[in-house]
C-alpha cells in the first residue's frame, strides 16, 4: 500500500475535533447555546477592531477560530492513559506539559494533548487537557481498594479502535475508509453514559472521599467534561452570559483584561446536574444524579517566555496573596481591582513584551522587504529590519494551560467547599511513566516556530536573521 493511501493525521484531528463537537452539542444542547453566543461576540470585536482582525488574518489564526476548541477528560488507571496516548498520537496530537492539580487540592496531574507545530495547528487547534486520577491520594484504604477493583474490570475503548490504534502504528497511517471508522470508534470513548456502573451506595461511598473520584471512577468512560470554545473578547462573553441564560463562575480566571492579551483566560459556568441510573447488587435500577460537565469559554493571548512567565506567575500570586482567600463570588470586584494594579507591572505594550524578552513572536517578510532585496545599503540586523518595515512581527498564541486557572476552574465545579488538602508531591516522573512517554515542554515549541519564522524571513529576504 502506498503514503498517499493514508489520510493525513492533521486531517484526521480536525475530523474527530467536529464530530466531537457535534456528539456534544447532542449531548449538552448549552453547549450551543454558548458556540451562537462566542460567535456572536467574535463577529463583532472583528468589525469593531480591523486592526486586530488585520494581525489575524497575518497569523492564519482568523481560519482557525471557528474550529478551536479544547475539551477535558479524566482517566483512572496508567493504562487508560498510556492508551489514550497512542489514540491520540493517530490525530496527531502529542503530550505538552505537565500540570500537578494536588497542589490545589485536586487529586489528579495532567498533560495536553495537541498538535505542536505551526502549520498543523492551523489545519486542527484541538486540544484535550487529560488528567489521570492518583488513587494513591485516597487515604480510605478501603475505598482506594475498590476504586482499583471497579477501574481493573473497565475498558474504555471499543475493540475496533484498539485494532486501528494498531494498524496506524504498524504501517504508519490509516487509509480514508479506516479513517473513517477510527473517528466514530474513538468517539464511543469520550461519549456520555447516564448509566453508573457502580450502585448508588458505592457510587456515593467514592463520592464521600471527593467528588471526581466518582465521576472518574463509577462510569463506563471518561465522559468529555467540557468543550471550550475561543473568543476574542472574554469580557464581553461573561456579560452576555446572563442575557442567554446562563450565569458564569463569579471570576474570570488568569490575567486581567488588557490591550495586549497574554496567555489565558477562562470562565465557566456550573456543572449540570444529569439524572443517572445505578444498578444495585440485585441488579435493579435506581435514579439518582451526578454532576459533571460544565461549559467553558477562553480568550487567548501571546505565549510568555520563561522571563514573561516567571513575571506572570509572581504577579498573579501577589493579587491572590493580597486578597488572602480563594477568588470567590463575594471578593470578585476586589480581586480583578487588585489583579489589574498588580498585572501594572506586566507591560502592555507588543513592542515592549517584545523588546524585553517577555513574550515570543512570528516574524514575516514584508512586501517592502522583498522590493528591498536588490538594496545593497538595507539593514540586515533584525531590529533594524523591523524599523524599516521589511520585517513585520504578530504575537505567538499561547497553545496550553495554566495550573492555577485550571484547578479555578476544577474547583469551580466541585463546589468552593469540596477543597482538600493532600501532602504529596509533585510527580512529574510517575506521570510519564504511566504516560509511557515525555511530555513535550511547551516553552521549546513555542521558541522553535519563533525561530523557524524568523529562518522564513532570512530566506524570503535572502540573508541571516
Ligand atoms: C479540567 C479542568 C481544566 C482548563 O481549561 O483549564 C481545564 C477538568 O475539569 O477535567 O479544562
Ligand atoms: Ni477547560
Redesign the pocket.
Same mark, same amino acid.
Given at each position: 500500500m502506498s503514503h498517499q493511501a493514508f489520510v493525513d493525521s492533521d486531517e484526521i484531528r480536525a475530523r474527530f475535533s467536529r464530530a466531537m463537537s457535534d456528539m456534544y452539542k447532542s449531548e449538552v444542547p448549552l453547549y450551543g447555546t454558548l458556540l451562537e453566543l462566542v460567535a456572536e461576540v467574535n463577529r463583532n470585536v472583528m468589525h469593531m477592531q480591523p486592526d486586530l482582525t488585520e494581525r489575524l488574518s497575518r497569523t492564519g489564526e482568523i481560519e482557525r477560530l471557528d474550529m478551536e476548541r479544547?475539551g477535558?477528560?479524566?482517566v483512572g488507571t496508567p493504562e487508560e492513559l498510556a492508551t489514550i496516548r497512542r489514540l491520540f498520537a493517530v490525530m496527531g496530537m502529542l503530550p505538552v506539559g505537565y500540570y500537578d492539580l494536588s497542589e490545589a487540592g485536586v487529586p489528579?496531574h /495532567?498533560t495536553a494533548f495537541r498538535a505542536v507545530h505551526e502549520a498543523s495547528l492551523q489545519r486542527g487547534p484541538f486540544r484535550v487537557?487529560t /488528567?489521570l486520577l492518583r488513587l494513591e491520594l485516597i487515604e480510605d484504604v478501603a475505598v482506594r481498594q475498590k476504586a482499583e477493583a471497579i477501574l481493573a474490570k473497565r475498558t474504555i475503548f471499543t475493540p475496533r479502535a484498539l485494532a486501528l490504534i494498531e494498524r496506524f502504528e504498524t504501517v504508519g497511517g490509516l487509509t480514508p475508509v479506516e479513517a473513517d471508522e477510527f473517528i466514530q470508534e474513538a468517539l464511543e470513548t469520550f461519549r456520555w453514559h447516564s448509566e453508573a456502573t457502580v450502585s448508588a451506595e458505592v457510587y456515593q461511598q467514592l463520592h464521600d472521599q471527593h467528588r471526581l473520584i466518582a465521576d472518574i471512577v463509577a462510569f463506563k468512560g471518561p465522559h468529555i467534561?467540557?468543550l471550550?470554545p475561543r473568543t476574542l473578547d472574554i469580557d464581553a462573553v461573561q456579560a452576555g452570559m446572563p442575557h442567554w441564560g446562563i450565569t458564569p463562575k463569579a471570576v474570570i480566571?488568569g490575567p486581567p483584561p488588557r490591550k495586549c492579551p497574554v496567555l489565558l483566560r477562562?470562565t465557566s459556568f456550573k456543572a449540570l446536574q444529569e439524572s443517572i441510573a445505578f444498578i444495585d447488587d440485585q441488579g435493579a435500577t435506581v435514579t439518582g444524579s451526578h454532576t459533571a460537565r460544565?461549559g467553558?469559554i477562553?480568550q487567548r493571548g501571546v505565549a510568555l517566555t520563561p522571563k514573561g512567565r516567571a513575571l506572570y506567575d509572581t504577579l498573579l500570586n501577589a493579587a491572590r496573596e493580597q486578597l488572602g482567600v480563594a477568588p470567590n463570588e463575594g471578593n470578585a470586584d476586589s480581586y480583578m481591582k487588585k489583579l489589574s494594579a498588580c498585572f501594572a507591572d506586566l507591560p502592555d505594550d507588543y513592542d515592549a513584551l517584545r523588546t524585553q524578552g517577555l513574550a515570543y513572536f512570528r516574524y514575516f517578510a514584508t512586501e517592502q522587504g522583498l522590493a528591498a532585496r536588490k538594496d545593497v545599503s538595507r539593514p540586515r540586523e533584525l531590529e533594524a529590519l523591523i524599523k524599516a518595515g521589511h520585517i513585520q512581527y504578530e504575537p505567538l498564541v499561547y497553545e496550553d494551560?495554566?495550573p492555577v486557572?485550571?484547578a479555578g476552574?476544577?474547583q469551580s465545579?466541585l463546589g468552593d467547599t469540596a477543597q482538600a488538602h493532600y501532602a504529596a508531591t509533585s510527580s512529574r516522573e510517575q506521570f510519564q511513566q504511566a504516560l509511557g512517554a515525555t511530555v513535550l515542554d511547551e516553552l521549546a515549541l513555542y521558541e522553535q516556530t519563533q525561530q523557524r519564522s524568523l529562518a522564513a524571513c532570512g530566506k524570503t529576504l535572502g540573508i541571516t536573521v
Open positions: 479544547h477535558a477528560i479524566r489528579v /495532567s487537557f /488528567s467534561n467540557h471550550t480566571e477562562q460544565f467553558e477562553e494551560f495554566l486557572s485550571a476552574i476544577f465545579n
